[in-house]
C-alpha cells in the first residue's frame, strides 16, 4: 500500500535529504512536497478524509505562514489534528522545540541535520504512524 507523506519545506536541499532518507526508510509512500504553510493548509484542507497523508513533516521557518501556526491550525481542525507532524527545523531554541511539542509534534529534528539521527528518527516515526492508517 502507498502512503502519502505531505513534505512542508522551502529549502531545495533539505527536499533532496529527506527524499533519500525516505527511500532508505523502505516505506510504500508517495512524496508530495509543498514549498509554504499557505500551500500546505490549502492542501490539506482540500483532501478528502481518506485521501490525508499519513505523516507531515513540517519546517518551521516557512514563507507566508511559519510551521507553528500550520500545526496550530491542523490541531484545530477536526478532521486533521490525529495526523502524525514531525517538525524539521534549523532552531535549536528550547522556545520553538517546547512550542511544537506544545501543539501537538511527534517530534522535533533540528537543522542541520545529522543524516544518522535524521534517517533512524523519521523511520521510526514512519513505523508507528504508516501502519495504522487505512
Given at each position: 500500500?502507498?502512503?502519502?507523506?505531505?513534505?512542508?519545506?522551502?529549502?531545495?536541499?533539505?527536499?533532496?535529504?529527506?527524499?533519500?532518507?525516505?527511500?532508505?526508510?523502505?516505506?510504500?509512500?508517495?512524496?508530495?512536497?509543498?514549498?509554504?504553510?499557505?500551500?500546505?493548509?490549502?492542501?490539506?484542507?482540500?483532501?478528502?478524509?481518506?485521501?490525508?497523508?499519513?505523516?507531515?513533516?513540517?519546517?518551521?521557518?516557512?514563507?507566508?505562514?511559519?510551521?507553528?501556526?500550520?500545526?496550530?491550525?491542523?490541531?484545530?481542525?477536526?478532521?486533521?489534528?490525529?495526523?502524525?507532524?514531525?517538525?524539521?527545523?534549523?532552531?535549536?531554541?528550547?522556545?520553538?522545540?517546547?512550542?511544537?511539542?506544545?501543539?501537538?509534534?511527534?517530534?522535533?529534528?533540528?537543522?542541520p541535520m545529522d543524516w544518522h539521527v535524521?534517517?533512524?528518527?523519521?523511520?521510526?516515526?514512519?513505523?508507528?504512524?504508516?501502519?495504522?492508517?487505512?
Amino acid at each position: 500500500m502507498q502512503h502519502q507523506i505531505l513534505l512542508v519545506e522551502d529549502d531545495p536541499h533539505d527536499v533532496e535529504l529527506t527524499t533519500l532518507a525516505l527511500e532508505r526508510c523502505q516505506f510504500a509512500h508517495t512524496l508530495k512536497v509543498t514549498r509554504d504553510g499557505i500551500d500546505a493548509m490549502a492542501l490539506l484542507e482540500a483532501c478528502a478524509a481518506d485521501a490525508l497523508p499519513a505523516v507531515i513533516l513540517l519546517d518551521l521557518k516557512l514563507p507566508g505562514m511559519n510551521g507553528l501556526e500550520v500545526l496550530r491550525r491542523i490541531r484545530a481542525a477536526p478532521h486533521l489534528q490525529a495526523l502524525p507532524v514531525v517538525v524539521l527545523s534549523a532552531s535549536a531554541e528550547p522556545h520553538d522545540r517546547d512550542a511544537a511539542r506544545e501543539l501537538g509534534a511527534e517530534d522535533y529534528i533540528v537543522k542541520p541535520m545529522d543524516w544518522h539521527v535524521f534517517n533512524k528518527t523519521l523511520c521510526r516515526v514512519l513505523k508507528f504512524s504508516l501502519p495504522h492508517r487505512p
